[in-house]
Nanobody
Framework: QLQLVESGGGLVQPGGSLRLSCAAS????????IGWFRQAPGGEREAVSC????????YYVDSVKGRFTISRDDAKNTVYLQMDSLKPEDTGVYSC?????????????????????WGKGTLVTVSS
């Protein structure tokens, strides 16, 4: 079964950190660009960060630049999102997606149906 599984979400205080993981099973991530997306309660899904397949190029939306870091470990078939200096507005369900034959920036702005694989998401709550 081909799937992406996110983990690492939870409740954290403002200013805290979390590391999310996106693990693939049933297929290898080597040839896929990976993106992290989030959906706040009552809001629309938005891109957070993306990473390229072979070149490792990264892209961040302005609201997370300098605070979030995306990385990939193809040996572990996993992509990570390190989130530091978290703010209440970072609260939401974080999901990862995979797509082949795309640039890193295009990956972040691909419509949901254009992705090859989606995970079910992990909830991040930033609150005191």
């Amino acid at each position: 079964q081909l799937q992406l599984v996110e983990s690492g979400g939870g409740l954290v205080q403002p200013g805290g950190s979390l590391r999310l993981s996106c693990a693939a099973s049933g297929f290898t991530l080597d040839y896929f660009a990976i993106g992290w997306f989030r959906q706040a309660p009552g809001g629309e899904r938005e891109a957070v960060s993306c990473i390229g397949a072979s070149d490792g190029k990264t892209y961040y939306v302005d609201s997370v630049k300098g605070r979030f870091t995306i990385s990939r470990d193809d040996a572990k078939n996993t992509v990570y999102l390190q989130m530091d200096s978290l703010k209440p507005e970072d609260t939401g369900v974080y999901s990862c997606a995979a797509r082949t034959f795309t640039t890193v920036q295009a990956m972040c702005y691909t419509p949901p149906l254009g992705m090859d694989h989606w995970g079910k998401g992990t909830l991040v709550t930033v609150s005191s």
